[in-house]
């Protein structure tokens, strides 16, 4: 790997925010590990000509695997690592079992968490880093039916607010990118999880279920405010290469309104607010 080349591992690659920022940052001429949860995928994005671990969130000897696999490549440095991959369960609060809980935060946050730490070594050997994890308007606001991946989302914050102030005495920068509603396979990819642990049909909005499942299994196109991948990586590569890069950045409209009602708003109005759309 040529001195000047600058390295980046992006998990949750395999379609989406992930794969439009490997395709992004490649044609910067940045050495691109584009990590995705299953091997299949890799192999297709080996295809592809990336070089493609395999990181899943959930298991932690892919985590370590995962990273090591990188560091042999470039000779044990990293200059950005970009936190992506994630996943949804829909269903209200009252209906979320313990171990659906257990299992979202095992992927949105404890594997976040987990892969951060033994990059943050890395970068502090090397005297350079950053670090950036993939939250959402959702850890921001809270929206009904989105409990448990509003609770992943507050939580990431709130660690990566930590992080970034008591990294402030390095050369290690901790950033947030926020985005709105963005083209993925989020909901499609939400479907099992619902499935596996939301019982519908013995709850007491089982009524009220009747509209969520037909928006979750219909695709009814765009958000009137969602936008492509490429917005987020186009606020990613300036998070990346940022001489003072911002600690949050936001994507999409819904995000900076929301950003700037939680700001202003008291909660009751917030939540008036948050009802209504």
């Not at 949804?88 to 095992?106: H, M, S, T």
């Not at 992943?152 to 926020?178: N, Q, Y």
């Not at 590569?237 to 929301?258: D, G, S």
């Amino acid at each position: 790997m040529p001195m000047t080349q600058k390295s980046i591992l992006i998990t949750g690659s395999s379609s989406g925010i992930g794969l439009d920022a490997a395709h992004g940052f490649r044609a910067l001429g940045w050495r691109v590990f584009a990590s995705c949860r299953q091997q299949e995928d890799c192999d297709r994005l080996i295809k592809l000509g990336f070089e493609s671990p395999r990181i899943d969130y959930a298991a932690s000897d892919t985590i370590q695997s995962g990273l090591n696999e990188v560091l042999a490549a470039t000779g044990g440095t990293l200059d950005v690592l970009y936190n992506n991959g994630a996943f949804a369960c829909p269903g209200a609060v009252e209906d979320l079992p313990r171990d659906a809980l257990r299992a979202i935060f095992e992927v949105n946050v404890f594997g976040y968490q987990e892969l951060t730490n033994l990059a943050i070594p890395v970068m502090r050997k090397q005297g350079h880093g950053r670090i950036i994890n993939c939250s959402s308007v959702l850890g921001l606001v809270a929206l009904k039916w989105r409990g448990a991946y509003v609770a992943t989302k507050f939580a990431l914050e709130g660690l990566t607010d930590v992080l970034r102030i008591e990294m402030a005495d390095t050369d290690i920068h901790v950033i947030l990118v926020e985005p709105g509603p963005i083209t993925s396979d989020i909901r499609q990819n939400a479907i099992p999880h619902f499935e596996r642990w939301i019982d519908w049909k013995n709850s007491a909005r089982a009524a009220q279920y009747v509209d969520l499942r037909e928006r979750l299994y219909s695709d009814s196109g765009p958000d009137i405010f969602e936008l492509p991948a490429q917005a987020v990586t186009n606020r990613l590569i300036h998070a990346a290469t940022a001489k003072r890069p911002k600690p949050r950045y936001y994507v999409t409209k819904p995000a900076y309104l929301m950003g700037f009602l939680r700001r202003v708003l008291s909660t009751r109005f917030l939540d008036a607010v948050i009802g209504r759309g």
